[in-house]
């Protein structure tokens, strides 16, 4: 007997069914803690993915569900949220043994989402989905004509959701709410890194109230599948969570049909500490923002700009928390804060970023290896780096780990030329007493988002400016992103 029969197996959702995939083939996915396999999932086929876009095609021109009441749309998300809320202790077990994520992190995953789609049910009631023009007089013959207008949101069609694994429900409720919200169809192809929770939304999906074809999974490891979805011409929008050249591959090929596109890419936020900024309270929070999780999240601050003559004692406390507080394992461990990178590849890949670093003359202050007590999974130590150049290759490219760059300044506005120095803008973040002039400043860098003090709203716009992508999810901005403006006049 081999160890594939003892694991959980799951299939793909078509058309209302759960199904095999049309060849049988299967792949698992591996605890990144351990190494040991954890599920075993389906390994979907071109033919398998095909289906999925008629089911959604179907459902969207000849089923009933985009001329559903908006109570209906509202019904429907607040049930899969109430599913999702009797299944939250299935979700914690997959967070984490499949994705590495750390128990810190787990309520927020699972909570903020479960709140952010009964929000979109709310939405869909709320939202002014059409609005009157003022009449405008027209000259017509024998008089003036008086015409209306009347601005209409309809439903964009068919929507290929392809979101990343990491804070997957999250990103999962911010395409499914506003895609059931407006009375879209949609086929979601989750990363085959960790397609769990995916899994687990579409089982909860399974027992709702949802016309057959309105909501489609397909998993799967080639990359095949995804080209397919994204060319096929009988998709309409693309929402693509992950990285930058992905996205800039999804982009040239959406433009041949010259469908919708949405895309939430990559990130090099800066955290500007002010001259005024406590270091004994921003150091701790600069650290464990982004080193919690294995700094596995695209809005993580890892270029920390801090004025000259304190970048010794922002280092120096930056270090010491890290040393004292910030705990690496098996984030079975509720005190672990850094678990495992996703795939051993994803090691390999950080560890020559801090190569680079060292290489090009940053400082290394902590870290920057594979720690002793942990043997098997994939762990890299929480990286500190100080002295570090913005043009430098740990300062420039995303890394998607455990690493910050420490970057001097001179001026506010030398950090905020620092900042603004990137082809990414995703997020940021400013740490002063001064709430006022973090204002000002904010205005004037250019990120999608910019916390304050730690300050963060889930249900606002979310995006970037740059390489960081096109477009806005979340709360309204999610409902416009899912519909097609119609103008009327008569």
Request: proline share 6%; glycine share 10%; aromatic share 6%.
């Amino acid at each position: 007997m081999t160890i594939a029969h003892t694991l959980p197996a799951y299939g793909i959702y078509v058309d209302g069914e759960w199904k095999t995939a049309s060849t049988g083939a299967t792949y698992t996915i591996p605890n990144p803690a351990t190494e040991e396999p954890v599920a075993e999932i389906a390994d979907a086929t071109r033919d398998d993915l095909r289906a999925a876009i008629i089911a959604a095609r179907r459902a969207f021109d000849d089923g009933p569900w985009r001329r559903a009441a908006r109570m209906d749309r509202r019904n429907v998300l607040y049930a899969i949220a109430d599913g999702l809320e009797r299944r939250k202790d299935d979700a914690r077990r997959m967070l984490l043994s499949a994705a590495g994520v750390p128990q810190a992190m787990i309520g927020v995953q699972l909570d903020k989402p479960i709140e952010m789609l009964r929000w979109y049910g709310d939405l869909a009631v709320k939202f002014d989905a059409e609005q009157v023009l003022p009449p405008v007089e027209l000259a017509a013959p024998g008089g003036v004509r008086v015409c209306t207008s009347l601005v209409v949101h309809q439903p964009v069609g068919v929507c290929a959701m392809i979101p990343t694994w990491n804070g997957p429900l999250i990103i999962i409720a911010q395409k499914l709410g506003p895609g059931i919200a407006m009375g879209n169809t949609m086929v979601f192809k989750p990363s085959p890194l960790m397609p769990l929770i995916d899994l687990l939304v579409a089982e909860v999906i399974a027992e709702c109230d949802l016309p057959k074809g309105v909501y489609n999974l397909i998993t799967g490891q080639s990359p095949d599948l995804g080209q397919d979805l994204v060319e096929s011409p009988m998709v309409d929008k693309v929402s693509f969570t992950g990285s930058v050249p992905t996205g800039k591959r999804i982009a040239e090929t959406a433009a041949r049909t010259l469908k919708r596109v949405h895309l939430e890419l990559g990130g090099k936020s800066a955290a500007l500490v002010l001259d005024d900024a406590d270091l004994d309270q921003v150091a701790p929070v600069l650290a464990a923002g982004v080193f919690i999780g294995a700094g596995q999240g695209c809005s993580r601050t890892t270029r920390v700009l801090v004025q000259e003559k304190r970048q010794e004692a922002l280092l120096e406390k930056m270090a010491a928390f890290t040393q004292k507080s910030v705990k690496l394992g098996d984030p079975v461990d509720p005190d672990v804060l850094v678990g495992p990178v996703i795939r051993e590849e994803s090691r390999r890949r950080i560890e020559g970023y801090i190569e680079a670093g060292k290489h090009d003359g940053a400082t290394l202050v902590l870290g920057g290896g594979r720690p002793q007590q942990c043997p098997r999974g994939y762990f890299v130590e929480a990286t500190l780096f100080g002295n570090v150049r913005n043009d430098m290759k740990i300062a420039a490219e995303e890394i998607f780990g455990p690493v910050i760059s420490v970057i001097p300044f001179r001026d506010e506005e030398d950090a905020i030329r620092i900042a603004n120095a990137s082809s990414y803008g995703l997020a940021g973040a400013i740490l002063t007493r001064d709430e006022a002039k973090a204002i000002a400043i904010a205005k004037r860098v250019r990120t999608g988002n910019v916390s304050i003090n730690g300050a963060y709203n889930i249900f606002g716009p979310i995006g970037g400016f740059k390489e960081s992508g096109l477009g806005r999810e979340g709360g309204i901005f999610g409902l416009r992103e899912f519909s097609e403006v119609q103008c009327i006049t008569w």
